[in-house]
Nanobody, 116 residues
Framework: QVQLVESGGGLVQAGGSLRLSCAAS????????MGWFRQAPGKQRESVAT???????NYADSVKGRFTISRDNAKKMVYLQMNSLKPEDTAMYYC??????????WGQGTQVTVSS
């Protein structure tokens, strides 16, 4: 059974930092692309950052230069380091795995709130 568990969200002031973590199980982690998405109230879910199995990364324009995605294949973990946070970064952040076997997997999410 595939399971993705996010942690590290919280309340932070604008300009601050947070590090999100996602622990994966039930998948051949090293061969699967991973990513972070977010969804703010009343808005569609959007991709924040992705990382391939080879470690190639891609970022939304809104977070380039501020966020860094990384992965530890030995620990089956993916991280999102978020610096210089802005109020508009406030959202529920979701860990994503895949697609693998034509299926995309999602975690339950972790809330990030940035106060001005």
């Amino acid at each position: 059974q595939v399971q993705l568990v996010e942690s590290g969200g919280g309340l932070v002031q604008a300009g601050g930092s947070l590090r999100l973590s996602c622990a994966a199980s039930g998948i051949i982690f090293s061969s699967i692309p991973m990513g972070w998405f977010r969804q703010a109230p009343g808005k569609q879910r959007e991709s924040v950052a992705t990382i391939t199995s080879a470690g190639n990364t891609n970022y939304a324009d809104s977070v380039k230069g501020r966020f860094t995605i990384s992965r530890d294949n030995a620990k089956k973990m993916v991280y999102l380091q978020m610096n210089s946070l802005k109020p508009e970064d406030t959202a529920m952040y979701y860990c994503d795995a895949g697609p693998t076997g034509g299926i995309e997997y999602w975690g339950q999410g972790t809330q990030v709130t940035v106060s001005s």
